[in-house]
């Protein structure tokens, strides 16, 4: 079994930065992409970004292209959620997914879609004051 748990969310002003951080166990965590999906209150999940398992490949919606940066240190099995600029209409809770057997291993493929990703973390509030 798969488990996720963010940190990293908090409150900041716009304008400001905050780093998301995806601690991930259960099975070997290079071999499958992850991504980060958030849901602001009355709206579906988005998906906000997307790392393949190497790291080589990232994928990034365009509401944040420019603003926010995925990385993930496969040494430490953790995916990382930069985020720079930072707009009230980012306010949202986050959500750290781990792909598994909807994917196959080892390639560069990035899911942006919920249903491609079998694992979820419990999620981590930020909110951005104006």
């Known amino acids: 079994q798969v488990q996720l748990v963010e940190s990293g969310g908090g409150l900041v002003q716009a304008g400001g930065s905050l780093r998301l951080s995806c601690a991930a166990s259960g099975r070997t965590f290079n071999a499958y992409p992850m991504g980060w999906f958030r849901q602001a209150p009355g709206k579906e999940r988005e998906f906000v970004g997307g790392i393949s398992g190497s790291g080589a490949n990232t994928k990034s919606a365009d509401s944040v292209k420019g603003r926010f940066t995925i990385s993930r240190d496969n040494a430490k099995n953790t995916v990382y959620l930069q985020m720079t600029s930072l707009k009230p209409e980012d306010t949202a809770v986050y959500y750290c997914?781990?792909?598994?057997?909807?994917?196959?291993?080892?390639?560069?493929?990035?899911?942006?879609?919920?249903?491609?990703?079998?694992?979820w973390g419990q999620g981590t509030q930020v909110t951005v004051s104006s």
């Open positions: 997914a781990a792909a598994g057997s909807t994917v196959s291993p080892f390639t560069s493929y990035v899911p942006i879609l919920g249903h491609e990703y079998n694992y």
